[in-house]
Every structure is written in C-alpha cells, then in structure tokens.
C-alpha cells in the first residue's frame, strides 16, 4: 500500500499537536476520506515524519496527535543555495520543482538586469516543492525566499564558504573550482536568468568572492543549467 | 547580431547545394524573410556549419549554395545512448528537450511493463531536438530510435561497452560503476518509465551485461533522472 505523507508546517505542531491545513487537509479529509481516529503520516520538512491520529477534524483544519517521531537524516550532506535570475513562470516551475527532488536547501529568486519582471508567488512555489518532495521521498522542504535585489543578495551572501557563479566565458570548471575548497557544507550558485547575468552583474559577483565556473560546455536555459549544476556539485563534492 | 542557424538533413545536401525545406526553410524565409542572395548558415546535425546563399526559392523549399564548410568538434567525446521507458507527452517532451541540449547522441525509447501505451512521433521529437540544439548551440542532432521492446533493445545493446541500469536498491553509484571502466567511448544508461522497471526487467538487463546503478539517493521522475544520469557521467568519465 502506498504510504501517504502531508506537510504540516513546523509552526503548527506543539507539544503532540499538529494541525494539518490547506491544500494538505483537503487532500486528507477530502481526497483520501480519512476520519477521526485514522493514522496518518505528516512530515514537517525539516527531517522529522510523524505518526499521528486524526483526533478532531472541523471544516478548514484537523487536529493530529503525535504518537511517534522518527528522524530521517539528509542523505546529502551539503546545502545548496540556489540563486537566480527570476525566469517565466512555466520554467521557474520546472525549476522549483526539479531542484527541490533533487534536494536543494534554499532557492534564492533574484531581480537582475535580465530577469523577467513579474510577480513571485511563494506559497505556490511552496505548494510545488511539497508535491516534488513527496513524489522524490525527501523529508526536507527548501525555503523559498521572497525575490531580492542581486546586489542586495551578494552582500547577504558574504558568509557562505563556496560561491559560485555559472559562466561560460573566462571560467573554471565546476570541478575544478570544488576540489580547491575544503569546507562544503555550504555552496551557493548564481544562475543568471534567459538572457544571462550581464558582465557587470557578473564582476559584482566576482568582487564579493564568487568563482565563475563552467558547469557545461553548451548554452543551457536557466532551469536545466541550474538541474547540471546541483548535480554537478554533488558529484564533486562526493 | 544574432546568428540563425538553420538545420539541413545531410541527405538534403550534394555536393555544394543544400535543400531547405519544412519548418526551417518556413522559418528562414516566411519568418525570418531572407532572399535570394543573402547568405544563410547552416548545420546537417553532424558537426558541420555552411555559410551558403540562397539561390532559388520555391514554394516549399529553397536551393542554397554552400560557400565554406566549417568542422566543429563535440566538446564531449562520450557517446551516450539514453534508453527509457515511454513516458507521457509531456515529460517526453521535457525528456529530449533537455537531452538534446546536454549532447546525447542516441535516444531509445522503450516498451517495457510499465511504460505509457502511446503513439511515438519521431519526426515531432526531431522538430523539438533541433529547436533544442539551436539554443544550447550543439551541432550534433541526435539519433532518435522508433520504439523498440526493451528485450529487444538488451540484445541490440550487447556490444556497447558501457551498460548501465538506473536502479535505487541493490546497486553501486554511479561514480564507482565508471570508474570501473576503461573504454568510455560509448556509455548506455537505462532509465525506467514512470512506475519504475519490473524487477524481472532488471534482472534481464543484468544478465545482458548492464550494470546497476544508484544515479541520486531520491525518486526522481524519468525526465528528471535522466538528466542527473548523463550529467553525473559527463562529471565522471572526465
């Protein structure tokens, strides 16, 4: 039998509490017909699944009983900060979709001189990373920031060990650029968006300590670009 | 300026004429409205670029005189036959769109138990891996095979030296599997439909020389897996 899992966000467990809500508690209760006192499965994306016991279900919400917990470690031990030039909405979510089943930590949509100019909806962006999550049979839900500003990004970025920027030209190889550092536990790429990082945007990057790397010798779009690079660097930091 | 690049099939060119025709003589001349006279650049899917002008236009095709002819090597020298289960339109789509732009050199798509019962048109894949190479700029068409059974397809496979089953449980990775080999040449990767490969489907790959190989630690979606399958051998046979 299939096991089904839903999301409760991790602000709405307390104590042996949960609240399952949202598109999760129609799927429950409305799809999948569960009732008081049936056992479900709900995960709160940080690595933690629950057993629980349907104990009150009212028209928007349940309420769960945990009954037990069971850590599921990350299988990859990196974190992958995605960031972005913000792409059409058909291909940012393809992209959501497929780097969240691939286990991306954090997605960064970014506001550069080529990005698109439109709306970022990040419930529905959060909506699509549960759906991959649950198919991929990851426990850990990616955060999901609000678009930013590129400049803006680079400086909140100072911190983090690795930083790569995607590049054809004037660029190393993503291997080469990873086995010459030592701490991996977290690595963030830039990936312009269609139409690419403009030269300046890039030697911004460049001055706040990114590498520019190759991560293939074709002309990718944004989404599979970002695809190679997440599986590129799990495979050279392996 | 943008360079446009226009695909002719190598059976469409003699000598220093080439025949355009279909899609790309509509989108060279009723799109694009290039003359007789101007000079067009063309690719036959197999490395080789003209520069040639137009000569005669007809109402379905035009008559181009090639000029100069340049060889442009593959940045990558592995070959890699991608087999996988059908799958729905879609994700199919999705499949040779981002396959292409990686520089897969053959496409196999197969029947196997759990695979999509549809119908499979090549020339409308071809359509898609030629828009696909004219973006990531390879100029290497790939093959794309009509269906064949996968058992079929095992013993067509046999002198491949590099045979590999894309398989969660029971296997090594994919990094270990490669490094094993010698001869990379030719690298075969197979990947099941949606609902997986039939365990007895594996097991008659095994039999027929293929590897098992653990390619992510998630479930990914066929498209997905494929492409983290050819970008993890790009990453390690290099």
Same mark, same amino acid.
């Given at each position: ?19 399952? +809500? ?12 569960? #009732? ?47 960031? !972005?030039?913000?792409?059409?909405? #058909? ?19 970014? %506001?550069? &001189? ?5 709306? !970022? ?11 991959? %999550? ?29 930083? %790569?920027?995607? +590049? &054809? ?15 991996? #536990?977290?690595?963030?790429? %830039? ?16 001055? #706040?300590? !990114? ?28």
């Amino acid at each position: 039998m299939h096991r089904y899992f839903f999301y409760v966000s991790p602000g709405k467990i307390q104590n042996d509490t949960a609240i399952l +809500e949202g598109d999760e508690f129609r799927h429950c209760i409305y799809v999948l017909r569960q #009732k008081t006192g049936d056992e479900v499965s709900l995960f709160n994306g940080r690595g933690e699944v629950f057993t629980a016991v349907i104990d009150r279900i009212s028209k928007k919400y349940c309420e769960c009983r945990i009954i037990s917990t069971e850590k599921i470690n990350k299988p990859i031990s990196t974190d992958i900060v995605l960031a !972005f030039g913000l792409i059409k909405s #058909k291909a940012l979510d393809l992209l959501i979709r497929e780097a969240s089943a691939l286990g991306v930590s954090q997605f960064v949509p970014l %506001l550069t &001189q080529h990005s698109v100019k439109q709306g !970022f909806n990040s419930d529905r962006m959060q909506k699509i990373a549960i759906e991959s %999550l649950k198919q991929s049979g990851s426990f850990y839900l990616p955060e999901i920031h609000e678009p930013v500003e590129l400049p803006d990004w680079l400086d909140m970025a100072a911190n983090v060990p690795v930083k %790569l920027v995607a +590049e &054809q030209d004037h660029s190393i190889s993503l291997q080469t650029a990873l086995t010459k550092q030592i701490d991996h #536990k977290t690595v963030a790429i %830039l990936i312009g968006p269609e139409g690419g990082l403009h030269s300046d945007e890039i030697e911004s990057a460049v001055i #706040k300590g !990114f590498t520019p790397v190759s991560i293939h010798p074709y002309r990718l779009r944004t989404e599979l670009a970002a695809i190679v690079a997440i599986t590129g660097i799990y495979a050279y930091i392996n």
